[in-house]
Each structure stands twice: as structure tokens, then as C-alpha cells.
């Protein structure tokens, strides 16, 4: 399991709601430190994908346990 430093539960959150959390969470975050994410909505993906492309920030791991998704980014 990836070691984390902060974690956002959008759980039951739908769009736009999982990525906005996401953005203010990195706002926040030291260079370096990783956020876990826990979302259920199919298009947080997709969006939080389109996000890091713009921060620049990087998914270093991504998964799906039933319809859950799981991500850690790492703060650049």
C-alpha cells in the first residue's frame, strides 16, 4: 500500500465535486507529499487525470476495487 499524507473522501460525490476536492487538497500540500483519493463517480478518471496534466502534478498509482476508485498523486 502506497503511504499517503493526506486523503479526501468523495465518496457518493458526483461531478465536479471529486476533482474540486482534489485541486484544493494539492493547494495545500508540500511539494513531495501524496494525497490518497477515494471516489465512486466513473468520471473522477477522467477529470482528475485532466487535472494533473494541468497542475503537472503525477498519479503514481491508480486502482478499482468493485465500483471504487482509488488514487495517490504526488504533489510536484
Do not use: W
Not at 457518493?12 to 471529486?18: I, L
Not at 500540500?29 to 487535472?51: F, K, S, Y
Amino acid at each position: 500500500m502506497t503511504r499517503f499524507t493526506q486523503e479526501i473522501d468523495a465518496r457518493n460525490d458526483t461531478c465536479p465535486v471529486p476533482v474540486m476536492k482534489v485541486k484544493q487538497a494539492l493547494k495545500s500540500m508540500a511539494r513531495g507529499e501524496v494525497l490518497h483519493v477515494m471516489a465512486t463517480d466513473p468520471d473522477a478518471v477522467t477529470d482528475i487525470n485532466i487535472l494533473l496534466e494541468a497542475l503537472e502534478d503525477q498519479l503514481i498509482e491508480s486502482s478499482q476495487q468493485a465500483n471504487e476508485y482509488h488514487f495517490y498523486i504526488k504533489k510536484s
